[in-house]
C-alpha cells in the first residue's frame, strides 16, 4: 500500500510538471521508433530527478510509462473511431493479491454481460464472480454497455473476489444476498398502502419522531434505507466488495425519491461518504470518477440537514460532537480526493482539519470501560464521552436521557398507532382502550371487542350483547380488515380445546369458532356457545350452496392473509437480523482504520 501509494505521488508530481512546461512526451523528440528511451526523454529525466532529489532511473522509468499511457491512449482512440471498437481500462480489486490493471476491447453496442464476460475470461474466474462498476453504477447485463453510459477510453472497476472455495461460495451467494434484502424490504414497504400505520418499518428522524410521507415516497425510502443499513453492516465486517455493491444500489433506489424528502434526514449524506470510503477500501478512490461529486454532495447535504455551524442539530441533540465524526471523515476523504487531483495546498488543508476533528473525538478508554460496566455497549460508550466531552458521569445522564426522549417519542407513536387501529365508534368518539382491555380479559379477542365496542358507541353490555348474538357479523367484519397487529387477529383454535368442547357435547365447527372469538379461552368459548344455546348463529349449512361457498371464501382468504402475514415477518426476521439495532451506530467508529489513512497521505505531503 506504502510503495503503491508513494509511486502514485511520484506520478502526481510529474503529470503536474508535464502540463505546466506544455511537455507532450507521445510527440518527437520524445519518442521513437519501437518505443526506444530517447536521448531526449533521459535529459528530462535528468532534469526533473534534480528537482525532486530523486536518481535519474525512478524518474526515467516513471516518465517512460506515463510515455506508454499517452501512446496507448492515442492508438485506442484511433483505433476506435476506424473499427468502433472501445478500449477500456480495468482495475481488479482480488482479495490478497496487487490490484490488477487490465485492458479490453469491445464495441459499443454489446450487452453488459458480453463484456463481464470477456473480463471473466481474462481473470480466469467464472461470470458470476466479476461485478463492473462505472462512474458509480453496477454494469448491468442488459443493455449495451453504450446505453450504460460507457465510452472508449474509460477506467472501469472490476471486483473479484478470491478463488478458494469459501470465498468463491461468498461471491456466489454475495448478489442473491442483495436481492434477498431488496425485495425483502420491497415486500414489507408495499403494505404502506393498507397498513393502518407502519406496522413492520418505520422511519424516524435523528429524535426519534416518526417521518410521515406519502406512500409512494415511503416505498422507495424504505428499500434504499434497508439496503444502506446492510451495506453499512458488511462495511464493519471488512466486507467492502459486498458492501459496495449493497450502497451503490442503495444509492439508485433513494436517487429516486424527491430532494425535499432526502433533506429531512441525514442518511442522503452518510450514504455518500460510505460510499466513498468503501471505494478509498478497496484503494480504488483515485479511479472513483464520481467520488468528489460524492463527496460535495455530501457536504451540501450535511448544512441543510445540520444548519450551519450545526445550530439546528444543537437544538434537537444539545451537542455536534458525534456528529463530527462523519465530518470528521468527510474532511479526510475529500483531502485524499484532493491529493490524487494534484491539489496539494487543499489537500493539506483537509487533512489538517480532519486530524483536527479526529484528536477532538479521542475518549479515554477507562471511561469507556466504566461505562460498559453500567450497562452501556462500547459504541454508545463512546459516543456518549464525546457528546459529553469525555466525563463518564456526564456521559452516562447524556446517554440515558437521549435513551428516555427516543422511547418517549416512540410511545407516543404506539399509543397514536393503537388509537388509530381502535378506530371511532358510529357517534363519533375514540374507541376505548381501557374497555378494549376489559373485553379481552373476559376473553374476547382485541379485534373483536375493538368492533363490538365501535358499534355499540362504547357501551360494554351493548358490546356483549353483539358478540354473543351476532359473532358472525363481527367476525366478518374482522376478517375484512386488517389493521390490526398480528397478536389482534382472530387465533386458529387450539385442537386440545376443542376436543374439550366437543366432550361437553358442543358441535367441532361451533367449537373452533367459538374459540376463534374468544382468542382459546375455553371458559369465553363455553360462555359464547351457552348464550347462543350450543350455537353461534352462523349459518354454514351445506345444503345452502350460497352460505356454504361464502363461508368457504372466508376461510380461503383467511388463510391467504395468514400465509402474507408469515411471509412479511419472516421478511422482516431476515432483515433486522442483517443490520444495526443499536441506535447511532453510524457515529461509532474507533478512529484507527481514519488515523492509519491519515498518517499514510500526510506523509506523502
Not at 236 to 254: F, G, I, T
Not at 549 to 554: L, P, T, V
Amino acid at each position: 500500500m506504502e510503495n503503491n501509494l508513494q509511486h502514485e505521488d511520484l506520478l502526481i508530481k510529474l503529470r503536474a510538471k508535464l502540463n505546466e512546461e506544455k511537455v507532450k512526451l507521445w510527440e518527437s523528440p520524445f519518442i521513437a521508433q519501437d518505443n526506444e528511451v530517447t536521448q531526449s526523454l533521459k535529459d528530462l529525466a535528468a532534469k526533473y530527478a534534480k528537482e525532486l532529489s530523486l536518481d535519474d532511473d525512478t524518474i526515467l522509468n516513471a516518465l517512460h510509462e506515463l510515455q506508454m499511457h499517452s501512446i496507448e491512449r492515442s492508438q485506442a482512440n484511433a483505433e476506435f473511431k476506424e473499427t468502433g471498437f472501445a478500449t477500456f481500462r480495468v482495475k481488479a480489486t482480488i482479495p490478497g493479491e496487487k490490484p490488477q490493471v487490465l485492458k479490453i476491447q469491445k464495441k459499443l453496442d454489446v450487452l453488459g454481460s458480453e463484456l463481464i464476460a470477456a473480463l471473466a475470461e481474462v481473470l480466469k474466474v467464472t461470470e458470476n464472480r466479476v461485478k463492473l462498476i462505472f462512474n458509480g453504477k453496477v454494469i448491468k447485463p442488459t443493455p449495451s454497455i453504450g446505453e450504460q453510459g460507457m465510452k472508449n477510453g474509460i477506467m472501469l472497476m472490476a471486483l473479484v473476489m478470491a478463488e478458494t472455495p469459501e470465498e468463491a461460495k461468498k461471491e456466489d451467494t454475495m448478489y442473491m444476498e442483495m436481492k434477498t434484502v431488496r425485495d425483502d424490504a420491497t415486500l414489507l414497504s408495499e403494505y404502506v398502502d393498507t397498513m393502518a400505520d407502519d406496522e413492520y418499518m418505520k422511519l424516524e428522524d435523528q429524535s426519534g419522531k416518526t417521518v410521515e410521507l406519502p406512500p409512494a415516497e415511503r416505498r422507495s425510502l424504505l428499500v434504499g434505507l434497508a439496503l444502506h443499513e446492510r451495506g453499512r453492516a458488511a462495511a464493519k465486517q471488512h466486507d467492502y466488495p459486498l458492501a459496495l455493491v449493497l450502497l451503490l444500489e442503495a444509492d439508485r433506489q433513494l436517487s429516486e425519491c424527491r430532494s425535499s424528502i432526502l433533506k429531512t434526514v441525514d442518511n442522503w449524506a452518510v450514504l455518500q461518504l460510505d460510499i466513498s470510503w468503501s471505494y478509498l477500501c478497496l484503494r480504488s478512490l483515485p479511479h472513483a470518477a464520481d467520488a468528489a461529486a460524492r463527496l460535495a454532495s455530501a457536504e451540501t447535504a450535511f448544512k441543510e440537514t445540520y444548519g450551519e455551524d450545526h445550530q439546528r442539530l444543537i437544538a434537537l441533540k444539545g451537542s455536534a460532537a458525534n456528529e463530527r465524526v462523519l465530518l470528521m471523515r468527510l474532511y479526510l476523504l475529500q483531502g485524499i480526493v484532493a491529493y490524487h487531483q494534484n491539489k496539494r495546498a487543499d489537500a493539506k488543508r483537509l487533512l489538517a482539519k480532519a486530524e483536527s476533528e479526529l484528536n477532538s473525538l479521542r475518549v479515554d478508554e477507562n471511561s469507556v470501560l466504566t461505562l460498559m460496566e453500567l450497562g452501556w455497549s462500547r459504541a454508545a460508550a463512546r459516543t456518549g464521552l464525546r457528546a459529553a466531552g469525555g466525563s463518564a458521569e456526564r456521559a452516562h445522564h447524556y446517554l440515558a436521557d437521549r435513551k428516555a426522549q427516543r422511547d418517549k417519542a416512540r410511545e407516543a407513536h404506539r399509543l397514536d398507532r393503537q388509537r388509530r387501529a381502535l378506530g371511532v365508534c358510529e357517534d363519533g368518539s375514540a374507541v376505548s382502550q381501557q374497555l378494549v382491555d376489559a373485553l379481552v380479559g373476559m376473553g374476547y379477542s382485541r379485534s373483536i371487542a375493538a368492533i363490538a365496542l365501535r358499534n355499540s358507541n362504547n357501551h360494554v353490555a351493548e358490546a356483549v350483547r353483539l358478540i354473543q348474538e351476532q359473532p358472525e357479523l363481527l367476525e366478518s367484519e374482522a376478517s375484512s380488515s386488517d389493521t390490526l397487529s398480528s397478536d389482534d387477529s382472530i387465533v386458529e383454535p387450539d385442537n386440545k380445546l376443542v376436543a374439550e368442547l366437543e366432550a361437553m357435547g358442543y358441535d367441532v365447527e361451533e367449537a373452533k369458532m367459538a374459540l376463534r372469538l374468544s382468542r382459546n379461552h375455553i371458559s369465553g368459548a363455553v360462555d359464547l356457545l351457552v348464550a347462543g344455546g350450543g350455537r353461534l348463529n352462523i349459518n354454514t349449512n351445506p345444503d345452502n350452496p350460497s352460505t356454504s361457498a361464502d363461508a368457504a371464501g372466508k376461510r380461503k382468504q383467511g388463510k391467504h392473509k395468514k400465509d402474507k402475514r408469515k411471509e412479511r415477518e419472516l421478511a422482516l426476521s431476515r432483515l433486522t437480523s442483517a443490520i444495526r439495532t443499536e441506535e447511532d451506530d453510524y457515529l461509532d467508529t474507533s478512529l484507527a482504520e481514519e488515523e492509519e489513512f491519515l498518517v499514510q497521505y500526510k506523509s506523502l505531503l
